[in-house]
């Protein structure tokens, strides 16, 4: 699976932004797909994942009711929309692909299968 992310940028505190990865490959549908964020000098860490068939969501508690994630099957994406973004929001974002159950990605991230290549968010305040 290829991943392809797009959508980071500079914003103020308040702003939106919504981050896309465009998936690629014969087993996509095989994939539960989602996002981490690595922030300078910290660990990446878990912000959300969506499962490919039931549309299940998982989020972070640091990000619930500001992130909204979702897929659109027909094109093989999947979208985050950032909302009320916080200086503590600023991070390169990772979208990634797993087979696991999204239950599972809060831990996952030393483990992920597939990687796309980070999208750097930056909320100024």
């Known amino acids: 699976v290829q991943l392809q992310a797009s959508g980071g940028g500079l914003v103020q505190a308040g702003g939106s932004l919504r981050l896309s990865c465009a998936a690629s490959g014969r087993t996509v549908s095989a994939y539960r797909m989602g996002w981490f964020r690595q922030a300078p000098g910290k660990e990446r860490e878990f912000v959300a994942a969506?499962?490919?068939?039931?549309?299940?969501?998982s989020y972070a508690d640091s990000v619930k009711g500001r992130f909204a994630i979702s897929r659109d099957n027909t094109k093989n994406t999947v979208s985050l929309q950032l909302n009320s973004l916080q200086s503590e929001d600023t991070a390169v974002y990772y979208c990634?692909?797993?087979?696991?159950?999204?239950?599972?990605?809060?831990?996952?991230?030393?483990?992920?299968?597939?990687w796309g290549q980070g999208t750097l968010v930056t909320v100024s305040s």
């Open positions: 969506v499962g490919w068939s039931d549309g299940a969501t």
């Open positions: 990634a692909a797993d087979p696991r159950p999204i239950t599972a990605w809060v831990a996952l991230a030393p483990r992920v299968k597939y």
